[in-house]
Nanobody, 124 residues
């Protein structure tokens, strides 16, 4: 079992920055793929960024160059640094974990554990 708890959401103006955190606890001794997803009301869940156990990362085209995913294994924490925020980034952001070395190109439904989400609101 793995537990995920997000924090760091809030309200900012366009052009601002936020850093989301996801505290990870439980059995993470095996290969683990971590990711951030987001969902706005009436829209489908969207993948934002992923990082595998080797530290390789991928990003959605809409956030590439603005967002950075990273992990601090010593602190068992996943981060999402979000810069140059746009109103279109407004959404509930979720941290997710997949207990498998295969991390990229797999659907969101294949992730095993999810956090409760943290709201990000960007005003124009």
């Amino acid at each position: 079992q793995v537990q995920l708890v997000e924090s760091g959401g809030g309200s900012v103006q366009a052009g601002g920055s936020l850093r989301l955190s996801c505290a990870v606890s439980g059995d993470t001794s095996k290969d683990i793929c971590m990711a951030w997803f987001r969902q706005s009301p009436g829209k489908e869940r969207q993948g934002v960024a992923r990082i595998n156990s080797a530290g390789k990362t991928t990003y959605a085209a809409s956030v590439k160059g603005r967002f950075t995913i990273s992990s601090d294994n010593a602190k068992s924490t996943l981060y999402l640094q979000m810069n140059s925020l746009e109103p279109e980034d407004t959404a509930m952001y979720y941290c997710a974990a997949r207990m498998n070395w295969v991390c990229f190109g797999v659907p969101s439904a294949s992730f095993d554990y999810w956090g409760q989400g943290t709201q990000v609101t960007v005003s124009s």
